[in-house]
């Protein structure tokens, strides 16, 4: 996969060396070049030295080749902009803007953009964003036994019974539809756009992810 990020400070270095280091081509582009010294001298990946949404400094991050595009600067006006500059003028599959203001989440959601906000997601978060599409949060709970997934729920989902998930192995702790959280009775069924709050067992999450990638 081919990555472009924008912003090389804490969280864009970061996710640039986690990404690169699962064997992902990645390129980072910042203003200031002073900033690629955080990638550490073994980074793997290309440093392009450029405004975020400057489309020459796009360009020359090979941004036509993008499989995901991810906006990391300290600006959320600029993280926009070049989150919408790679969404509409280039195509890039996969779009996710960095924002610092909560209270703006949901208007730029509103623009088709995901987006993370800075209370509650870091570089981890936007990783599965990147790597997982549709699985839209993952933790573990002890030794990794057992997961918690958070996913926009599938098509092959769609007006089935939260008790049949998975063949009743998942457990739904909660949906979130049009704006509004849940928790669902036995026999709920779930519709598009539902988001669902899963808990499952850890053999069971390469299932899950499958489901939510088809």
């Given at each position: 996969?081919?990555?472009?990020?924008?912003?090389?400070?804490?969280?864009?270095?970061?996710?640039?060396?986690?990404?690169?280091?699962?064997?992902?081509?990645?390129?980072?582009?910042?203003?200031?070049?002073?900033?690629?010294?955080?990638?550490?001298?073994?980074?793997?990946?290309?440093?392009?030295?450029?405004?975020?949404?400057?489309?020459?400094?796009?360009?020359?991050?090979?941004?036509?080749?993008?499989?995901?595009?991810?906006?990391?600067?300290?600006?959320?006006?600029?993280?926009?902009?070049?989150?919408?500059?790679?969404?509409?003028?280039?195509?890039?599959?996969?779009?996710?803007?960095?924002?610092?203001?909560?209270?703006?989440?949901?208007?730029?959601?509103?623009?088709?953009?995901?987006?993370?906000?800075?209370?509650?997601?870091?570089?981890?978060?936007?990783?599965?964003?990147?790597?997982?599409?549709?699985?839209?949060?993952?933790?573990?709970?002890?030794?990794?036994?057992?997961?918690?997934?958070?996913?926009?729920?599938?098509?092959?989902?769609?007006?089935?019974?939260?008790?049949?998930?998975?063949?009743?192995?998942?457990?739904?702790?909660?949906?979130?539809?049009?704006?509004?959280?849940f928790v669902p009775k036995a026999g709920e069924t779930l519709q598009p756009g539902d988001v669902a709050y899963l808990s499952i067992p850890a053999a069971?999450?390469?299932?899950?992810?499958?489901?939510?990638?088809?």
């Amino acid at each position: 996969m081919n990555v472009l990020i924008v912003g090389c400070g804490r969280e864009g270095s970061e996710l640039a060396r986690s990404i690169a280091a699962q064997g992902h081509a990645v390129t980072i582009v910042d203003a200031n070049a002073e900033r690629f010294d955080q990638l550490g001298a073994d980074f793997p990946g290309r440093t392009v030295q450029g405004v975020s949404f400057d489309q020459g400094a796009l360009e020359r991050a090979d941004i036509t080749h993008a499989d995901a595009f991810v906006a990391t600067t300290q600006s959320d006006n600029e993280n926009i902009v070049a989150a919408k500059i790679a969404r509409d003028v280039y195509k890039v599959p996969r779009v996710v803007a960095r924002v610092y203001n909560p209270g703006r989440r949901e208007v730029y959601e509103r623009l088709g953009l995901a987006t993370v906000t800075s209370t509650s997601w870091g570089a981890r978060r936007i990783e599965q964003l990147i790597l997982h599409p549709g699985v839209i949060d993952m933790e573990q709970i002890g030794r990794g036994e057992v997961r918690l997934l958070c996913v926009t729920v599938p098509e092959a989902w769609h007006g089935r019974s939260v008790n049949a998930i998975l063949d009743g192995n998942a457990v739904v702790c909660a949906v979130e539809r049009g704006g509004h959280a849940f928790v669902p009775k036995a026999g709920e069924t779930l519709q598009p756009g539902d988001v669902a709050y899963l808990s499952i067992p850890a053999a069971l999450q390469a299932d899950v992810i499958g489901f939510v990638r088809a």
